[in-house]
């Protein structure tokens, strides 16, 4: 099985760079003042398509990563072949190929 991966980040807030208000008058903008974002591990294998992901709400690090490739290793039987960017996480000594 060759699969490829990468991950994603969705985040849930704004920032504002510009706006408009009369002259004299200070605009404001009401926010909730929370951050909140969504991340996602991804793999897609190149012959067949499947997809394996997984949703992650802390940071990307080589802990989060290998607690997901262990996910798919029980999904599988098949020998992989893993291509992946360089990220930090990814060849981190704290990285053990499970």
Known sequence: ??????????????????TWARKGQQPTVKTS???KGYKIFGLIDYLSGAF???GHTG????????????????QTQQHLILIQDGARYHT???FVIP
């Open 59 to 74: 940071k990307f690090n080589a802990e989060s990563y290998q607690a997901f490739l262990t996910e798919v290793l029980t």
């Open 92 to 94: 981190s000594i704290y």
């Open 33 to 35: 003042g929370l951050r």
């Open 1 to 18: 099985m060759i699969l490829f991966g990468d991950e994603a980040s969705f985040a849930q807030w704004g920032s504002l760079s510009y």
């Open 52 to 54: 394996f992901y997984k």
